[in-house]
């Protein structure tokens, strides 16, 4: 069972590295849709405090990835059971996991992936009410669920995404449409793509017109509009 586990878990840990292309992507969205929040969220939120330092170290700054990195661990030190800080550091840590297994520090990428999920996971848990938790997590674990064979099945990774994204729509319903183009279309296409690959179309299918209606001229855009022009009635 361990030999399976450990083999399942470096065919993930070969793909963090493409999964890690979107995690810019994450940082820079949670941090534009923070400002968006009611001003009792937004105030001091921590996704506008490290999220543009984060999307520059994933993409290879390592002063700015250090600052961020500093940050996070400052504000858990301070309060180990703030809930941005435990999903930020989770971002993090399986960042790190994609470090360490490039470097064949396989059973440090191993245990640093399991520690990523466990950190998202308890910081939901800890404020499922909380808009920027909701969506760092659903953006980080999409792109992941993208690959077979991952020791936690796509399906639970997927079932996560679409509980995030769903509960974001929700708590976000009156300022969603104030939220940047960007931000939304990564929600809504995140929760279409959840959708459809549990096997559930025609709940997607309200969120794809939503994408081709709302967020014209953004990669989900153009993906929605193929996955309606492929299912369109004969």
Request: some cysteine; hydrophobic content about 45%; overall charge negative.
């Amino acid at each position: 069972m361990l030999t399976r586990t450990r083999e399942l878990c470096l065919l993930i840990l070969a793909t963090i590295a493409w999964a890690f292309a979107s995690l810019p992507d994450v940082a820079g969205a949670a941090q534009q849709a923070a400002p968006a929040q009611p001003p009792a969220q937004a105030e001091g939120s921590l996704s506008q405090q490290v999220g543009p330092d984060l999307e520059a170290g994933f993409a290879g700054d390592q002063a700015r990835y250090d600052k961020a990195v500093k940050l996070v661990k400052e504000r858990l030190a301070a309060n180990p059971k703030d809930p941005e800080a435990m999903v930020w550091n989770g971002a993090i840590t399986l960042f790190q996991s994609g470090t360490a297994y490039r470097e064949q520090r396989l059973e440090d990428a191993g245990n640093l992936w399991f520690q990523s999920m466990k950190e998202m996971d308890e910081a939901v848990a800890s404020a499922p009410e909380n808009v920027a938790v909701r969506m760092v997590r659903g953006m980080i674990l999409l792109p992941v669920a993208r690959f077979d064979g991952i020791p936690e099945a796509p399906e639970i990774l997927l079932a996560k995404v679409r509980e995030d994204f769903e509960k974001t729509l929700s708590l976000s319903k009156d300022y969603f449409e104030m939220m940047p183009l960007p931000v939304r279309a990564q929600v809504l296409g995140g929760l279409a793509e959840s959708l459809d690959r549990l096997g559930k179309p025609e709940e997607a299918r309200p969120y794809y017109q939503r994408v081709v209606a709302e967020c014209s001229g953004t990669p989900q855009h153009k993906q929605a509009e193929d996955w309606l022009a492929k299912r369109a009635a004969p």
